[in-house]
């Protein structure tokens, strides 16, 4: 497949200042985009569903698979628009849909062969050198992910759509944090994005772009690069693992950017080293995917954001309380710094065991705190998972409530009336109209019982 994509950043750019004012809407900024999107959710165990082993391509071998095979081959049902409503009513305004891509191209997965007559597994791997996935994606795939999007954007809602386990530690994984990976795959890597760009280009600011999920080396190493490695770590070989971070974020900024259009300024997303977010003091170098990280040379000002992923250990609870403010804290110095909001791509809590009130305390400190930094958030999963998503209805409905809480105060959110709450003689507790700015009446921010609540 010829990739279609400019040479020079001087053509980019001499594009866009062509471009008239009537060709292409103007884009709100990205710190606005993540003021915009408040609360986020991830559509998770859906379109990033894959079999993850080359020596076992358990979907693959059903030779009849649909995109609903994929869909649902993770115990998940078929996504459905009501699904996005519920998240909507409940004060989320943004959803993260991770799509893996590489069982959606042009292998042919002809040597997996399932289950024989008698029942008995009769398999060959699938050799990607022999059956390579290719660059094109197929019609079908793109479809449903385009018809998922469609039900976020026409709730109103901002949808981050992405790369996900085409990265990773699994061996199925083509997409990896070393220059020579880089050199042999960018072309690829861009060709699909410039079909999702074209894909989408003529959608409005309420959907973003990120380039790849949690990119590894290949000695797939978490934490930061050279982590695990066997020959101990290695200086030099760790600043190449971070180079070629930057390279596939600055090849994903130029394929989307080539696209015009809307891509034209487009908010785009760049994660860190296998999207790190720094936390922790057991090493020196953990900090490192952070500081190595680079803002994309771009074409537009404004338009990128980074991410990292955050899952914090609550056995302690005011340690973990104490380790997100310094995580936070970096955050800003590491990558606000360098010129783009940050968005916190996937998070969610480990340890505590089975103290639900330590998970609900610490689910609202952190809303609250990425609220009060400018910092999106997006849960990963949970909340409403498998047979709950198609009624549609919250399974971990005192999570929600806490997010909702610690994010929007406590009054939580409050939707459904299109105008500032009028306050009656009889209501003494109501604050005076005069005293909001025109700005939020027009964004249905109103007051009642003494609260200022958010439409």
Known sequence: MRIRRFTSILLLTFLVKSLS??????????????????????LGNTLDSN?????????????????????????????????????????????????????????????????DDNGTWS???????NDDIGTKIQKTWMRRVRQIVDYIVKQ?????????HDTGASNTAWLIADEEVYARQHERFEAIWTQIAEEFRDYDEHLLFEGYNEMLDANHSWCYAQFGSTQGYDDAKAKASYKAINNYAQSFVNAVRATGGNNLQ?????????????NGTWSSHLQDPLKEMQLPTDVVDGHLLFEVHCYPDIS????????????????????????????????????????????????????QRCKENGIGLFHWMGLSDGEHRTVPEFNEQDLVDAMVE?????????????????????????????????????????????????K
């Open 21 to 42: 004012a009537q060709e292409v809407i103007t884009f709100e900024l990205a710190s606005e985009a993540v003021e915009h999107m408040r609360l986020g959710w991830n």
């Open 51 to 115: 079999s993850g082993d080359t020596l076992r391509m358990w979907i693959e071998a059903n030779k009849n698979r649909t995109p609903t095979s994929y869909e649902t081959a993770w115990g998940q049902k078929v996504t459905q628009a009501k699904l996005f409503k519920l998240f909507k009513e409940a004060g989320f305004n943004a959803v993260r849909v991770p799509v893996t891509w590489y069982p959606h191209m042009e292998a042919t997965f002809s040597s997996v062969n399932g289950y």
């Open 123 to 129: 398999y060959t791997p699938w050799l990607p050198s």
């Open 156 to 164: 109103g809602m901002y949808c981050i759509l992405n790369i996900h």
């Open 266 to 278: 487009r908010n785009l997303v760049v994660s860190t080293y296998a999207a790190c977010d720094g």
């Open 316 to 367: 302690t609870l005011a340690s973990a309380k104490s380790n997100l403010n310094k995580t936070i804290s970096q955050l800003k110095a590491y990558l606000v710094k360098k010129g783009a909001p940050v968005i916190i791509g996937e998070w969610g809590i480990s340890g505590g065991g089975d103290n639900r009130d330590n998970h609900i305390e610490f689910v609202k400190f952190f809303a």
């Open 406 to 454: 610690g994010f929007y105060g406590e009054g939580g959110y409050v939707d459904g009336i299109e105008i500032p709450y009028a306050p009656q003689p009889q209501d003494s507790k109501c604050f005076n109209l005069s005293g909001i700015p025109s700005s939020d009446k027009q964004h249905g921010i109103y007051l009642k019982n003494g609260k200022k609540y958010i």
